[in-house]
């Protein structure tokens, strides 16, 4: 039987521990069963759709880079059908002595179905550039 | 009399026309007023707060370019207190004969309050660089 996510954070534990464990069943447990679902990684197109997202993380967990997640909560509205979490997620790789990377904004959305709640939205943002100079809509 | 916002895209239609007019008192109009709101702009720390965030656009607005939005529905989920929009925003810049920015993904959130629906979040993310080299968590 499949773990059921009661609540939307379950849904978001079980979302950060499938990343560190690179677990894809998990992972696709925690996305919903909807081809309305959307997933943007760092720099990356707008993907939509289960078979499309599910494969960004095929690839993503086929490195071998072993990643562990600090998640800090910046905003949480919990509604009865929809949640929103905006956190900002710090990637550290294990075995890397660089400079670990700046934290990342991430937009979470979870929808509530009668499977329990499951992720819609996954939206990340790359890091703001060591010397901020404002914000600007072109950015280029 | 401040008008009022009786759908997520009546906000949404405001949000982008107070960008192009770079109309401050609709801009502020738009945003929940709570300080529990969130602006991501690209390549920008996370901002919150009313006082943070309208400073944003302030600065933003002081900009003497003249930019206009194509803006086009990629994820649109509405329940009863809360609605989710994923767009792509494509901003040109007139009199500039450079190549426009590709389009930019965008997730807006309004929530419902008894002044009718206002923006909650509005979190940018960079275009993908012209050749793409996969989904990467750490893009570095």
Redesign the interface.
């Given at each position: 039987m499949s773990k059921r996510f009661d609540t939307p954070q379950d849904a978001e534990d079980a979302f950060y521990d499938a990343?560190e464990a690179k677990d894809l069943e998990t992972m696709a447990r925690v996305w919903a069963k909807s081809d309305?679902?959307?997933c943007?990684?760092?720099?990356?197109?707008?993907?939509?759709g289960r078979e499309a997202v599910l494969q960004?993380w095929r690839?993503?967990f086929s490195?071998p880079?072993k990643?562990t997640f600090l998640v800090h909560h910046?905003?949480w509205?919990e509604?009865?059908?929809?949640a929103?979490h905006?956190v900002?997620q710090t990637?550290t790789?294990e075995g890397q002595d660089r400079q670990p990377?700046p934290p990342m904004?991430a937009?979470n959305?979870y929808?509530h179905s009668p499977q329990g709640w499951r992720m819609?939205?996954h939206?990340?943002?790359?890091p703001?550039?060591p010397v901020?100079v404002?914000?600007?809509?072109?950015?280029?």
């Open positions: 990343f309305e679902i959307t943007i990684h760092p720099m990356s197109p707008v993907l939509q960004s690839q993503i490195s880079a990643l910046k905003q509205i509604t009865e059908d929809l929103l905006v900002e990637i790789e990377v904004a937009t959305v929808r819609v939205l939206h990340v943002s790359p703001p550039p901020q404002g914000p600007n809509p072109m950015h280029s």
